[in-house]
Structures are given as C-alpha cells and as structure tokens.
C-alpha cells in the first residue's frame, strides 16, 4: 500500500501570508494527487484535483504543484476561512490514501 | 447540485453490526461517471478509505477492512449503503458517504458524516 506523509503537521500563520503544505509519497503517484480542506465539524472539501486542477469554485489562492513522489499546496494570501486541517490523497491505486493532515492555525 | 444524506444509528453494541445509508439526491446514482464510496474518520485523527460501489453493484474494499465490511447498492432508492460487522471500539468514528469521479479519481461532495459511537 502507497504511505503519505504531510509536513508540516501543524503550523501557525497570519491574515495574508504565503502558506506551503507539502505531501510525500511512498511511491510514484504520477500525478493521482487531491487536496482537501476540512473545517471542524465540517465534511472535507475538494479543493484540488489531479495535482493541479482547481475545483470548481474554489479560490484561486489556492494551488497545487508537484509529481511523481513531492506535491505541494500553496495557499498565496491566506484568508480567515482558510484556517483548517488540509488533507492530501493519493488515488493512483487501491486502496487509496490520505495523508495525516496539516492543521493551519491563526497566529 | 447534488447532495449526500447520511442516515443511521449514532449508537452500536459491541460485537453488532453498524449499518449506515447514504441517500443521493439532485442526481441518479446510476451515472456510469461515478463510483460511490465510504470514509470514516476516527475522533481527531485522519481519514480511512473503507471501500466504494458501483451502480452495477461492483465493489470493492480497503484490504484492512475487507472481512467486515459489505457495500451496496439500491438503484430504485438512490442510495447505497454500509454494513461493517463485528464492531469494536476502535471503530468508533465520523462515517462519511462520498461521490468518486472515476476518471479523474476525485471524491465530491461528501456527506454531512455520522458519528458512531460503539458502546454497550
């Protein structure tokens, strides 16, 4: 089964800051790669699709970056909603899954 | 705009079986684009993939759980459901139904999760 490792784990940010999320994988995914947002009490959120597509209606801020192993979020100018636990996921193959998750916290 | 609407007991015995539906709506769940699938995710801590169905009836488990767990499908309901038997604590958890769009292998919209607390 593939691993997926987040870093950081948490990290804490102000109003208007460049965030970077970065996601590892124990095996090349090419670029089978999702970005999901969580806020709490709340069901997770695609945001980011094979690597790079934006969900429809997600923000442009937001964007995703990498391939084979080492993918990445940025989030350019981090706004008061964006403060939530970020989720990566590989679906390359079965079982598909999700890395530890990256909290981000207002500073 | 389509919707998940999870259904079930917040509540399970040890040893019994959790049963939880998930009922589609603003859409037919026999569209051949999507698979139909179940997450759990245990108080605080990260996301498990349980398995998915097709509207064929196809499905298919996380290895982990596969023993225990039986996914289906009522195409004349929009729904699909999930079984998972043999409870024990350490499945106690938020159980989200969620929609995969096979080609590009994203899961969305989710549903609004059940939490399930396994207690006597």
């Known amino acids: 089964d593939i691993q997926m490792t987040q870093s950081p784990s948490s990290l804490s940010a102000s109003v208007g800051d460049r965030v970077t999320i970065t996601c590892r994988a124990s095996?090349?995914?090419?670029?089978?790669l999702n970005w999901y947002q969580q806020r709490p009490g709340r069901a997770p959120k695609l945001l980011i699709y094979g690597t790079s597509s934006l969900q429809s209606g997600v923000p442009s801020r937001f964007r995703g970056s990498g391939s084979g192993t080492d993918f990445t979020l940025t989030i350019s100018s981090l706004q008061p909603e964006d403060f939530a636990i970020y989720y990566c996921?590989?679906?390359?193959?079965?079982?598909?899954?999700f890395g530890g998750g990256t909290k981000v916290e207002i500073k | 705009q389509l919707q998940l609407q999870q259904s079930g007991p917040g509540l399970v015995k040890p040893s019994e079986t959790l049963s939880l539906t998930c009922s589609v709506s603003g859409g037919s769940i026999r569209n051949r684009t999507y698979y139909w699938e179940w997450i759990r995710q245990p108080p605080g801590k990260g996301l498990e993939w349980i398995g998915g169905?097709?509207?064929?009836?196809?499905?298919y488990y996380n290895p982990s759980l596969k023993s225990r767990v039986s996914i289906s499908v009522d195409t004349s309901k929009n729904q699909f459901s999930l079984k998972l038997i043999s409870v024990t604590a350490a499945d106690a958890a938020v159980y989200y139904c969620?929609?995969?769009?096979?080609?590009?292998?994203?899961?969305?919209?989710w549903g609004q999760g059940t939490l399930v607390t396994v207690s006597s």
């Open positions: 996921q590989q679906t390359y193959s079965t079982p598909t899954a």
């Open positions: 095996q090349s995914i090419s670029s089978y």
């Open positions: 169905v097709y509207f064929t009836g196809s499905t």
């Open positions: 969620a929609r995969k769009n096979q080609p590009l292998r994203w899961f969305d919209p």
